[in-house]
């Protein structure tokens, strides 16, 4: 079977799903599994893990084992053991990566085959669900993504004048979700006991992390606490916003939004609520007494929405306006990578891969931050990083200096081949076009 079509079939299978969702909302989905051992399900999955690539879990095999052993037999191994149900699932391998406040998250990876069979079953649950989830919600969606949710809240605040702002997200949401509440979410559309079971050892599968010295430690701190779905699975996306919606439908159907005209806007484990001036107060007590009744905590340190702030900016003529820009935050995090990525540790790097790696890296985050007001913040990142590129330059010559009269913008940008950023709206314009 070819890529192309068995990318049209499970095409066709989703749109089956998601149309029979829609026309019947209180429909339960009794036969899915077959769906999951499909062929064509199982090799659009390992194609869409294949280009997630991803490292390898505890078994150590990665994608090029796979190829190496025919991809053919290998899925058909695994179609087998889902039809006669032995499939198991392994153990998850944790890696622990710095959160945004300087903490750490932990990361927990399945193995390849866990991957596949994850994004098997996302393929067939997730129109399902898509039918259901409300229209707050941005995070994990096809055809939404983070921009639009900040436009989103802009819209709530320059159009309807909900200029008071409650700004959080949940304390470690992941792994706080419980389990009980959150398959009866699923189990509200899905009764099929084989997805059921398949999804509660998902949630409880033990942990495996290596220390320092090479020990294997195994924790057992999701099955023993009820609670957490694992971020680094493919599933875990879909659960948690399959668990957020409990919060929106009772901040909606409970009155407490038309009560203080309070809108929510959701991404992931990040939310706003936009409502009149005077409302914040009450929005953020009531939103914290469902968060609790959901088992879920606020944190208490939020400043921004994604990376952004919306706020109260000022024109060159002195009037004011509602507006978004990239956080200090967001700003302080770029200019600790470039920081990184010009570090002495890369002395032996050629110019041309330094070079190379920041372009990624300042075309990745103009990407994502070109709406607003952003020039100001562009103009602090690009003298940011043509500063350190030329000391960088200077120091794997042993030399000291700026490196402005060696270095000049000329040599960077032309050169080098340094990717400018945007220096006027209309140059932004241009660039998204």
């Keep these: 079977m070819s890529l192309t079509t068995s990318r049209k079939s499970v095409e066709k299978l989703q749109s ?18 077959d769906k999951i051992c499909r062929e064509d399900v199982l090799r659009e999955a390992l194609r869409r893990s294949r280009r997630n690539a991803g490292a390898p879990g505890v078994d150590g095999v990665d994608f090029a084992a796979i190829e190496a052993g025919g991809i053919d037999l290998w899925l058909g191994t695994l179609r087998e053991e889902l039809r006669s ?10 890696v622990w990566i710095p959160k945004r406040n300087g903490g750490q998250r932990p990361l927990s990876i399945p193995t390849v ?3 596949v069979v994850q994004t098997a079953v996302v393929l067939v649950l997730g129109p399902i669900f898509e039918a259901d989830l409300a229209p707050q919600q941005y995070g994990f969606r096809p055809g939404m993504d983070a921009k639009m949710a900040v436009r989103r809240a802009y819209f709530h605040i320059t159009q309807y004048d909900r200029r008071e702002v409650v700004d959080a997200d949940l304390s470690d949401y992941f792994t706080t979700i419980p389990h009980g509440p959150l398959l009866r979410c699923v189990s509200r559309r899905v009764a099929d006991g084989e997805i059921l079971s398949v999804l509660k050892r998902w949630l409880t599968v033990p942990v495996w992390e290596r220390t ?3 020990a294997v430690l195994r924790t057992t701190q999701a099955r023993d606490q009820k609670r957490g779905t694992p971020q680094g699975g493919t599933a875990s996306p879909l659960l948690a916003n399959l668990y957020f919606r409990r919060f929106l439908r009772a901040w909606y159907e409970h009155g407490h939004s038309e009560r ?24 953020l007590a009531t939103m914290r007494r469902l968060m609790e009744r ?51 540790r890369w002395n032996m790097d050629s110019a041309e891969k330094r070079v190379d790696e920041l372009n990624a890296l300042l075309r990745g985050w103009s990407g994502y931050f070109n709406q607003g007001r952003v020039i100001r913040a562009y103009r602090v990142i690009r003298q940011y990083t043509e500063r350190r590129l030329r000391r960088w330059l200077l120091r794997r010559q042993g030399k000291r200096g700026t490196g402005y009269r060696q270095y000049p913008d000329e040599y960077l940008y032309q050169t ?16 998204k076009a």
């Design 16 to 33: 089956s799903l998601q149309a029979k969702a829609k026309s019947e909302p209180g429909y339960r989905f009794y036969s899915l599994w």
């Design 260 to 283: 203080l005209d309070a809108h929510v806007v959701n991404y992931a484990d990040d939310l706003v609520i936009c409502c009149p001036p005077g409302n914040g107060k009450m929005a």
């Design 113 to 115: 085959k866990d991957r």
């Design 85 to 94: 149900k032995k499939y198991a699932p392994q153990p998850l391998l944790r």
């Design 294 to 344: 959901l088992g879920l905590t606020v944190n208490d340190q939020k400043t921004d929405f994604l990376g952004y702030t919306v706020g109260r900016f000022y024109g060159k003529d002195g009037r004011a306006f509602i507006g978004t820009e990239p956080s200090r935050k967001a700003i302080r995090r770029i200019v600790e990578r470039i920081h990184d990525e010009t570090a002495s």
């Design 212 to 214: 320092a010295r090479g």
């Design 416 to 431: 080098l081949g340094l990717y400018r950023l945007p220096d006027s709206r209309a140059a932004v314009t241009k660039a």
